[in-house]
Structures are given as structure tokens and as C-alpha cells.
């Protein structure tokens, strides 16, 4: 038997053979293994369960294995170990197609770090980021409990735990409150055990300041020094030791991060006090107090401790908010459903419903599925998917969407998208994935966080040797206390948390208003646009195009529209369907069209009644040898300069008529060009439509400029050419036509209400589908664009400015000295209000 897997982690040739070698020295194992796309196909002789593969994978190195039905296998490979940057490894994006439900059965969480240090890495158990050894959080998903990294997204596990890279807690995948409010328990329940021992710690050692120390009446410094050590020990082996494991795996594996200098720092104070309780007299006198002893720093360290938790636990609060988009998305989705069956209404799961079952909807209810009303009518409040909060009147055969709220009134719809095939499922799974995913931008705070931490330590130790050498006295202790507070005080988390809480948010707001971005760089990109190419059937129009009329030379528009309605029956074009649904409305007969054929851009040909029938522009009459007459070609111009779509009509190569559509222009299709305009967009339609229909949309649009008879690579060379002058190039397009030229631009724009392969193609996916959208897409990513800046920009200049301060800068001149324990709370606070500065894109306005 052969299967195919997706392998994640692989970068060069390198790293191929060293799988190819690895999954064949498995016994019964025949392995070939690709790097682009990351795929191994392989051979067995009996089936291998795939925990084998990875166990196999993971002990040779940082590569993950899966079946290739649960993942893109078109994904380029990232980064990895091997080559050198920031240890990045990549798993491809979920399928689409794939059930977010069913992604890996039998996980419980999914994880991901929220600095994404390792790309989209995941973990299936919670733990620490190996890499920057922040807390993992749990990717939002499904029905499915996993764990991720909130640094490293790639980091996925089945169980709570660290993660691996950056010793972080995991944090929950999906929106479970229960798993939330289980992380922020156990964080609680250390926080209140750190406080009981180090509260009695601080208060000894402060004592020491107090004239006649009252303390000193019960027991000797000697003593008091016992019961510092011994409440120490529950808060650093207890509380904090998660902290401690942290900074031994980022040393190990030297992925050094802010836990790297927590660890140092909060064990060089202890360590130090352990040397000076037992061993006093290896110590020079500057180490000693006035009363002999030496200077003890138990309650640094453990108040250290206790205000990294409270950092942690605040940041395990904010966290839970960052995807509340995504919660509220799930919280659409309704659990049950009244199944109609032989006249009988039935409440089944939502889980159980089939395509092609009738579904009763009672006035209040959510729709359970997409599908179609087949009898009855009533108003859809869609403001939860579209963002619009004024209810659409359906009627039969309109589109109804899974997670919509019906308004008073009952009907039956038919099942035609269940489970993940839902729009509401594809949502949530491209905002999970978009959230996961990294910006251009953080690029620059990789570099810095590569370098941040050797160079902090460094600055530490020069700190140290200054003031011991010039230094008031005592020298050595202040050295001592300022090197601890220069380790403490340094946060890289804070700057590379910078980007991912805002593209986390920016994408779940976005969501909620009908705007599917599908990654960082396409958020980021979309405020960078100098051009919008659009199409205009579906884009600029409403797509829902009619038949006004059909000319026929002979009189015979019957039988001209039964050839033409029977063309178009196997097209998913809106023109094709216009033209079938007025044939319907006419009862006109469909006939069978054996050799039906789309030619893209064209029009469509076929046989019907044993002739020869071509539908569609000049073009494909020129193609097809049809001849045209004069008096023709006048009727078809008259209409077009009216602004309506004309396509021909000929049989056995002669064209007997026309049929003239119309496609109404969406009300803020003018408006929202006008603002693109003015912000300095240049607007350019590009049709398959011709000159005259064109030129009469594009005046009354006043676009800044159109190009009618476009075919699908007319559109595609025309972006090439302007990506060629510099220009960032964004395409709003709803048809397959449309798809290359999606995928081809710098931001591919869907329209919602296109066809798959056009939202597949596209970065960007507004669900109402109108140009309005572009324009809130435009502002989304600049807010989040800026609200990184301001994030980043926070945290550059808290490390500029705190470091300094805590090697002791301003004592020379001012006498200010920082303490390790506000270091500590400085450290702790500057990530949580990266977390909150992110969380005020909640309230954009869009």
C-alpha cells in the first residue's frame, strides 16, 4: 500500500535526505521525499501508523509528518534549523475542505506560540514556546481540545504542557472557557501560594531599614535569615519553577529569550544568598552588612518570581479576548436542526445533516447549513457574517447561510454546504489560520529578539564590573543588584508579541464585518495599494444579471432561447445563469448538450438539435467562423451604448440574434470608488465585456480608467506589467476567469458571493461582496498597521530606555537606582500592555 504524507520543517536538500534516510531505515518502509512540495510518498508493506513516522522524524529532528488529506501540499517549505533563521519550520495551512471538526480526531488541543517564533508550528499539548518560552495558547478551532504556543503557532499539542521552543505554558486552540479559565486557575493558584511566602520574605528584609528593627527583639539576623530561605524555597520550586525548567531549555537548546534572563537573574540572587548563608567568609567585606552578615537577596528573588506571575496571569486573561472574533463566530453555529422527512418534522444534530436533506427553519432559529429555500419566504438577519445589520428578504431558491438568524417567519430550505463546507466553517478556519500566520513586519523584530538576549547578558556583566570598580560602596553589592535588575527588566516578549496579538485581532475584527483575510501579509499589503484592478460583472454589478430580451432575425426567439438556455445549464457564470432562469420562467424545454464547452473569456459552444450553437462576444464568433450582418451589428451596438451586455447568438455559424442582459450597478459601488480615488488608488476596470457596455459603466463610475474584451490572460498581463513599474496591485474579481489574476496580484480580492475557486485564489474574501469592502479592508490594515508600529515602537523604546536605567545611568547625576522587584513588575507589564494596546482594535470603526 502507498500513502502520502506532508512533511513540515523541511528548508534545503539537506533536510530531505535526512528524512528520506530516516523514514527508510524503518523496516517494511520504501520512502521518496520531495522538498517542493514537502511531500514523502510511501510505500509499506503493512500499514504504519503515523505516530511511528513521527516518533522517527522528531528523534532526528524538528520535522512533523501528516497524511496529506489533512493538509495544503502546495505550501513552500519555511525555514528550519538548517537554515539558521530564528530555527523557523512550517506546516502548511488546514484544507479548506477539510472538517475544522475533524482535524486530528483524536487531539484535544492545538498550540501555537503567540510570537510565532517557529511560523505556524503547532503542539499538540500546552508547555512552553522552545523558542522565546512564552505560555503556548490554544488555537481556536471545533469540537477539538489542543494546545499551541502563543509565540510559536506551529507548536500544536493533544495535552497542556510548555512548549518546547520557548518554554511557555500552551495555551487552548479552541474557544473553550473551560480550558481558559484552567490556565488562569492554575496560574491563580501559584500566584496565591507566591504571595503567602514572599509577602513575610519582603517584610524581614525590609525590616533591616527600620531603626531598632523590632524584629531583631524576637529573633537574630542569623535566624530571620533561615525563615527568608526556607519560604523561598516553595516560591522558587513551587511557583516558579515552571520558569526556571524554561530558561535550562532555552540555554540547551539556545533559543534564549526573556525566561533565559528570569532564570538567570532570579538564581544568581538565590544562588548568591544560599553561598552567603553557608559559606560567609569566602566573601570580601564590600559583600557584608554592618552587622557581619551578608547581604541576602531571597526577597529579590522571589518577589521577581511573584511578579512574573502576576505578568503571566494578566497575560493569561488578555489572551482569552484576543480571539473573541472567533468565539463569537463559533457561537453561531447551531446545534440542532428540524429535519423534514416524509412529511414528519425531526430534531436531529447538526452533525447529522446530509446534502440534499429539506430542513425546516422556525421564525428565531439559526440556520443550520448553506442551502436553498424551497418553500416559503422570510427576512435573514446576515449581519453576523456580512456585517450589513439590515435583515434580506429570501425568497425560493435564494441563498441561505449556516450561523444567519431567520426573522417571523417559517421555511424549508435544502442542504447544499454542510459541516466544513459552510461558509461559517471556512470563516473560522481561514481567521484561524490568518491569526496564526506572520507579517512581513515582524521580520524586523526577529532580527532584533535574535541578538536581544546574549547582548542583555552581556550588558549585564559589563554592568556589574562597573560598578565594582566605579562604584560607591558597597561597590560589589550594587553591581550585583544592578546586574540582576539589567537581566530582569529586559522583555523580548513584548516585542514579539508586537505583531501577532494585532494581526490576531485585526483578523477576527475583520471577520466580523465581512472581511476574510486569509494572512499577515495580505493585512499588512492592503494598505500599501497604488492600484485596484476589478472586474465588473458580480464586482462593480450586483452579479445578479436578467434577460431583457432576446432578438431573433427570424422571429423565432423560442427556439433561439431553448438553444441558449440549453448552453448554459452546465455554466456557473451569472450571464449563463440569468439566461437559464428566464428560459424557466418561460417554460421552456432544457435540452441534453453532449459537447458543451466553456471557452474563458468567450463566451460557450455546443450541439442542440444537431446544430451547431455558439453563445457569447465578437470573439468567439471570429473563433467559431460566424458570420455577422450589418444590420446586426447596428442593433448590438445601440444596446451596448446604453450599458448592457450583449452576446451573440449563432447557429451553424451564422448569427441568427442576440440576447441583451442587464446587470444592475451596486448603490455604493460609485461611493466607494470615489474614496479609493481619493486615497490615492488608481481604479481601473478590465471587462471581458465590450467597449461600449464598458465605457458607459465607466463614466458613470468616473473610474480613472477601463479596458473592455479582456480575456482571463489580458487581466493577468496586465498586473504583471504593473508589478513591473513598482506598483502594489490589488484584483477584485468573483468568477473563474478571475482566479489567475487573483492569485497573480499582490492582494486577490473575492467577492463572497463568487465561485470557490475565485475565494480560493484570493487573499482577501468580502463576503457581502461589494467594492465597500475593499474600502474597509483598506482602513482595517491600516489600523493594524499602525497599532503594530505603536506595539513595536513600545517595546523598542521600553528596552532602550529600562535597560540603561537598570545598569544605573541615572545615578550619577540623579541618584536613581531601579530595584530588581520593580525591574521585575516593569518586565512583567510591558507584555500585557502590548496585549491590551492590540485589543483596541475591538473598537475600530469600520
Not at 534549523?81 to 480526531?105: L, M, Q, R, Y
Not at 562597573?466 to 540582576?484: D, H, Q, R, S, T
Not at 508589478?723 to 487573483?742: F, S, T
Request: include cysteine.
Amino acid at each position: 500500500m502507498t500513502h502520502q504524507y506532508v512533511i513540515s520543517g523541511m528548508s534545503c536538500d539537506g533536510c530531505r535526505k535526512k528524512v528520506e534516510k530516516t523514514l527508510n531505515s524503518i523496516e517494511g518502509i520504501q520512502a521518496e521525499v520531495t522538498l517542493d512540495p514537502p511531500l514523502a510518498t510511501i510505500t509499506m508493506e503493512k500499514h504504519v501508523p503515523t505516530e511511528k513516522f513521527q516518533k522517527v522524524l522528531s528523534e532526528a529532528g524538528k520535522y512533523t509528518i501528516e497524511m496529506t488529506n489533512s493538509k495544503k501540499t502546495s505550501e513552500p517549505a519555511a525555514k528550519s534549523c538548517c537554515s539558521g533563521d530564528n530555527k523557523e519550520s512550517h506546516t502548511g495551512h488546514h484544507d479548506k475542505k477539510e472538517s475544522i471538526a475533524s482535524h486530528n480526531h483524536n487531539a484535544t488541543g492545538v498550540y501555537y506560540c503567540p510570537m510565532h517564533c517557529e511560523g505556524d508550528k503547532t503542539y499538540n499539548k500546552p508547555g512552553d514556546c522552545p523558542v522565546c518560552g512564552m505560555d503556548l495558547v490554544q488555537q481556536v478551532a471545533i469540537n477539538v481540545a489542543q494546545f499551541t504556543c502563543p509565540m510559536h503557532p506551529e507548536i500544536v499539542s493533544n495535552e497542556p504542557g510548555d512548549c518546547p521552543i520557548c518554554g511557555m505554558d500552551l495555551v487552548p486552540m479552541q474557544a473553550s472557557e473551560n480550558q481558559e479559565n484552567k490556565t488562569y486557575t492554575d496560574l491563580l493558584k501559584k500566584m496565591k501560594i507566591a504571595v503567602l511566602f514572599t509577602l513575610p520574605i519582603f517584610i524581614i528584609s525590609m525590616s533591616e531599614m527600620i531603626p531598632n528593627n523590632p524584629l531583631f527583639k524576637i529573633m537574630q539576623i542569623e535566624n530571620w535569615n533561615w525563615v527568608q530561605f526556607l519560604f523561598t524555597l516553595p516560591v522558587l520550586f513551587y511557583a516558579g519553577w515552571m520558569f526556571f525548567v524554561r530558561a535550562y531549555k532555552s540555554i540547551i537548546t539556545w533559543n534564549l529569550n526573556m525566561f533565559t534572563l528570569i532564570g538567570i537573574g532570579t538564581g544568581v540572587a538565590f544562588l548568591f544568598s544560599i553561598a552567603g548563608m553557608f559559606f560567609p567568609d569566602i566573601f570580601p567585606s564590600e559583600f557584608k552588612s554592618h552587622h557581619g552578615t551578608i547581604h541576602l537577596y531571597f526577597e529579590a528573588a522571589t518577589v521577581i518570581i511573584t511578579l512574573v506571575l502576576l505578568g503571566q496571569l494578566l497575560e493569561a486573561k488578555a489572551h482569552g479576548q484576543t480571539n473573541g472574533a472567533i468565539k463569537a463566530l463559533l457561537k453561531l453555529a447551531p446545534t440542532e436542526a428540524t429535519l423534514v422527512e416524509n412529511g414528519n418534522d425531526k430534531v436531529i444534530s447538526i452533525h447529522n445533516i446530509k446534502k440534499g436533506d429539506l430542513l425546516r427553519v422556525k421564525p428565531g432559529e439559526k440556520i443550520p447549513v448553506d442551502g436553498k429555500i424551497t418553500t416559503g419566504e422570510s427576512s435573514i438577519d446576515e449581519a453576523m457574517i456580512t456585517g450589513e445589520p439590515i435583515p434580506v428578504d429570501k425568497k425560493v431558491d435564494d441563498t441561505v447561510i449556516a450561523g444567519t438568524i431567520n426573522g417571523t417567519k417559517s421555511f424549508v430550505m435544502i442542504a447544499e454546504k454542510v459541516g466544513s463546507e459552510t461558509l461559517l466553517s471556512q470563516i473560522i478556519q481561514m481567521v484561524n489560520d490568518a491569526s496564526r500566520s506572520r507579517a512581513p513586519i515582524q521580520k524586523l523584530a526577529d532580527r532584533v529578539a535574535k541578538y536581544f538576549v546574549p547582548t542583555v547578558v552581556i550588558i549585564s556583566i559589563i554592568t556589574f564590573f562597573v560598578w565594582a570598580k566605579f562604584g560607591p560602596e558597597p561597590a560589589y553589592i550594587y553591581g550585583l543588584i544592578n546586574a540582576i535588575a539589567v537581566l530582569i527588566i529586559a522583555c523580548p516578549c513584548a516585542l514579539g508579541l508586537a505583531t501577532p496579538m494585532s494581526v490576531m485581532v485585526g483578523v477576527g475584527k475583520g471577520a466580523q464585518v465581512g472581511i476574510l483575510i486569509k494572512n499577515a501579509e495580505a493585512l499588512e499589503n492592503m494598505s500599501k495599494i497604488d492600484v485596484l484592478i476589478t472586474d465588473k460583472t458580480g464586482t462593480i454589478t450586483e452579479g445578479k444579471p436578467s434577460v431583457e430580451k432576446i432578438y431573433a432575425v427570424n422571429n423565432n426567439e423560442d427556439n433561439l432561447l431553448q438553444n441558449i438556455a440549453s448552453l448554459n445549464q452546465h455554466s456557473e457564470h451569472p450571464l449563463a445563469q440569468a439566461v437559464v432562469n428566464f428560459a424557466k420562467a418561460k417554460n421552456q424545454t432544457i435540452l441534453e448538450v453532449p459537447d458543451f464547452e466553456a471557452i474563458a473569456g468567450k463566451g460557450v459552444t455546443g450541439t442542440v438539435n444537431n446544430s451547431k450553437v455558439a453563445l457569447g462576444n465578437k470573439k468567439l464568433m471570429i473563433q467559431v467562423g460566424a458570420s455577422i450582418s450589418d444590420a446586426i451589428e447596428n442593433k448590438i451596438a445601440a444596446e451596448q451604448n446604453l450599458g448592457k451586455t450583449v452576446s451573440y447568438i449563432a447557429v451553424d455559424k451564422i448569427v441568427l440574434g442576440y440576447v441583451t442582459i442587464t446587470d444592475a450597478i451596486k448603490e455604493n459601488s460609485k461611493k466607494a470608488i470615489k474614496e479609493l480615488i481619493d486615497q490615492g488608488v488608481e481604479v481601473i476596470m478590465m471587462t471581458g465585456d465590450n467597449g461600449n457596455t464598458a465605457k458607459a459603466v465607466a463614466d458613470h463610475l468616473h473610474l480613472s480608467s477601463f479596458k473592455a474584451d479582456c480575456l482571463p490572460e489580458d487581466k493577468l498581463k496586465e498586473i504583471q506589467r504593473l508589478q513591473a513599474e513598482g506598483k502594489i496591485v490589488a484584483m477584485a474579481g468573483d468568477g473563474i476567469n478571475d482566479a489567475p489574476a487573483l492569485a497573480q496580484a499582490n492582494i486577490g480580492i473575492a467577492m463572497g458571493t463568487g465561485t470557490d475557486v475565485a475565494i480560493e485564489s484570493a487573499k482577501i474574501t468580502l463576503v457581502k461582496g461589494d467594492l465597500n469592502g475593499i474600502v474597509k479592508a483598506k482602513k482595517l490594515s491600516y489600523n493594524v498597521m499602525k497599532n503594530i508600529k505603536q506595539n513595536l515602537f513600545f517595546a523598542f523604546i521600553y528596552n532602550v530606555l529600562g535597560v540603561p536605567i537598570a545598569a544605573g545611568i541615572l545615578y550619577p547625576a540623579f541618584g536613581i537606582l531601579l530595584s530588581p522587584m520593580l525591574a521585575a513588575l516593569a518586565m512583567s507589564l510591558s507584555s500585557v500592555s502590548v496585549i491590551v494596546n492590540a485589543l483596541r482594535l475591538r473598537n475600530l470603526k469600520l
